[in-house]
């Protein structure tokens, strides 16, 4: 009886100390890419399909974040320039369908928020180390999913050269910044 106690104590102390694990919200989680056309304005594109998931531990200050970005679903309010991302001449989406991050660090405030998140992200058969500037992070209850869920915006700034994507520069800008918004539900 003491070892299945003894087992029973044990087992639920080590999941106390696991991370809590949220799934992305594919309706409320997209990424922005930001660029400059031809020196005119400022053009922004989304990828409307994104998966992962977020591991956090709030109380130990750690976690592990992993985003996948379906190419397929860039979306720039032109069919025909979303044809041209989805080439060889660009994304090559049917070489290389996704884009991925995998984060290596997330850093937390003294409030247990987290403010940046490095990582690599990887475009192509490219991948580079990143660090996302988090500009909102929070996780509370709620009551539509009856779950705790956490939601965060960022940004980080790319050379789209660096991941073999530089066509048209420097007319159409090298440098792109790419915006998130997401959301998780804890699973």
């Given at each position: 009886?003491?070892?299945?106690?003894?087992?029973?104590?044990?087992?639920?102390?080590?999941?106390?100390?696991?991370?809590?694990?949220?799934?992305?919200?594919?309706?409320?989680?997209?990424?922005?890419?930001?660029y400059s056309h031809w020196g005119l304005s400022?053009?922004?594109?989304?990828?409307?399909?994104?998966?992962?998931?977020?591991?956090?531990?709030?109380?130990?200050?750690?976690?592990?974040?992993?985003?996948?970005?379906?190419?397929?679903?860039?979306?720039?309010?032109?069919?025909?320039?979303?044809?041209?991302?989805?080439?060889?001449?660009?994304?090559?989406?049917?070489?290389?369908?996704?884009?991925?991050?995998?984060?290596?660090?997330?850093?937390?405030?003294?409030?247990?928020?987290?403010?940046?998140?490095?990582?690599?992200?990887?475009?192509?058969?490219?991948?580079?180390?990143?660090?996302?500037?988090?500009?909102?992070?929070?996780?509370?209850?709620?009551?539509?999913?009856?779950?705790?869920?956490?939601?965060?915006?960022?940004?980080?700034?790319?050379?789209?050269?660096?991941?073999?994507?530089?066509?048209?520069?420097?007319?159409?800008?090298?440098?792109?910044?790419?915006?998130?918004?997401?959301?998780?539900?804890?699973?």
């Open positions: 009886m003491r070892r299945i106690m003894f087992a029973f104590v044990t087992s639920m102390a080590a999941h106390s100390d696991a991370a809590d694990r949220f799934v992305i919200d594919p309706s409320h989680t997209y990424t922005v890419f930001e400022l053009q922004q594109g989304r990828f409307d399909k994104n998966s992962g998931w977020i591991e956090l531990d709030l109380d130990k200050k750690t976690g592990k974040v992993q985003i996948e970005i379906e190419v397929a679903s860039v979306n720039t309010g032109s069919a025909l320039f979303d044809t041209a991302l989805r080439s060889a001449s660009f994304f090559d989406v049917d070489r290389f369908p996704k884009i991925r991050f995998v984060s290596t660090n997330l850093n937390f405030d003294e409030n247990q928020n987290v403010f940046s998140m490095e990582g690599e992200l990887t475009i192509k058969s490219v991948t580079k180390k990143v660090l996302f500037e988090l500009s909102h992070f929070r996780c509370r209850f709620m009551p539509l999913y009856l779950k705790s869920a956490c939601g965060a915006n960022g940004s980080t700034k790319i050379l789209r050269s660096e991941f073999e994507v530089g066509r048209y520069t420097p007319f159409v800008s090298d440098e792109v910044t790419l915006h998130f918004a997401v959301e998780a539900i804890k699973d």
